[in-house]
C-alpha cells in the first residue's frame, strides 16, 4: 500500500474533518475569486463605457488673456491676441502616433447672434460627431439638418421655441428641427446648426472655436496624446479633460485594495481553520501513526502522508472556490447594478493562481502538524492502544 492509498483512505474514514479543511479552503477561496472577479468587471465596464462615450482632450486657441476677478467678483477680461484653429488644420491629428486611438473629433464654431430681439450663443458642431461625444444629448424632434436650428433647454424655455416653427437668426431664417432635453450643462442655453451653416452665418467660413477629442480607451496614454497633438497644433492650446476619468478610476482601485484586504484576511481565518483541523486529526491518529512508524515508515513518510491529505483537500478547495466565486461575482454584479458591459467572465490565468495559492496555504497550514506527527515517539504512540 503506497502513501497515496494510505492518505485516500484517511480522508474517506474522517470525513468531517476533511469536510471542514475543504469548507474552510473553498469560503476563503471563494471569496478571493469573487472579489476579484467583480474588481475585474467593474474596470471592464468603465473602462469600456470611457473607449465609447465623451471627449477627454479639448482645444481651444490660444490667448494672451488677463483675468479681471477677485474674490468671486468677476470685471471681465482683456484680451491681448486671440489665434483662430483653422479647421483645415485639424487634420494633421491624423499623423500623430496615437491616432489610432483618437475615437472621435468634434469641432465647434461658437458665436454671438441676434434672434427674437435677444442676444444668443450659436453653436456650429459635427452632427456626426456630436453621437458619439454627447451621446447623453436627447432631442425632442430630431437633431438640425442643412436649414435648419435646435435650440437648448433653457433657451427653448425664454424663447417659447418648438420643433416645426421657423426662427429668425441674425436675419436670415431656419427650421427648427429640435429642441435639447436639460443636460444640467452650458449646452442648455445655446443654439446648435451644423459646422458649414455656423461658419457662414457668423462669417468664420473655415474657422474653428474649440474642437473636443474622444480618446478614452484602456491603453490611451492620455498625457503623451497632448504632448502629440500640441505639436502638430502649436497654435492652440490642448488640455486633458481627466478629472471624471480618474474618480472612477480611483474608485476602482480603492476597491481593489479593499478586496485584497478582505481576501487576506478570510484566507488567514481559512489557514487557521486548516491548521487546526489537521492538528486535531493528527492527535486523534497517534495511535495510526505510531503502528506506521513500528512497520518501518520514516518521518518523511510520515510528514509525506500529511501533507499529501492536505494537498488532495486544497485542490479540491482551489477549484471548487474559482466555480463558487465566479457565481458569487456574478450574482454580486448583479445586485450591484452593472451595466449591460459588465460580465463576469472565466480567467485561465485565474484559475491557475488560485488553485496554486489554494495548494499553497493547504501545504502551509499542514506543515506544523506534519511536523508534529512526524516528531511522534512509535513507542509513547502504541502506548495510546
Known sequence: MTIRHIALQSLR????????????LTIGVSTTVAL?????ALTSEINHKLDKYGANILIVPHSENLSLSYEGLSLGGFSFETREIREADLARLKTIKNAANIAAVGPMVLGPVRTAGRKVLLAGVDIQATKLLKPWWRFQGRPPGPGEIAAGAEVSRLLGLVPGRVLEVNGQKFDISGTLEPT????DGLLFMSLAPAQALLGKKGLISMVEVA??????????MVDQITAVLPEAKVTAIQSVVQGRMETIRHF??????????????????VLVTMMASVRERTAEIGIFRALGFRSSHVMRMVLMEAGLLASLSGLLGYILGLGAGALSLSFLGGGTEAHVTPDPALAACVLGLALALGLAASVYPAMTAARLDPYEALRSL
Open 13 to 24: 474514514r474522517r470525513k468531517s474533518k476533511a469536510f471542514f479543511v475543504l469548507i474552510g
Open 256 to 273: 481593489r485594495k479593499f478586496s485584497y484586504i478582505v481576501s487576506f484576511l478570510v484566507l488567514l481565518v481559512s489557514s487557521l481553520v
Open 36 to 40: 476579484t472577479a467583480l474588481a475585474a
Open 215 to 224: 480618446a478614452l480607451c484602456t491603453a490611451c496614454p492620455i498625457s503623451d
Open 184 to 187: 444640467g450643462s452650458q449646452d
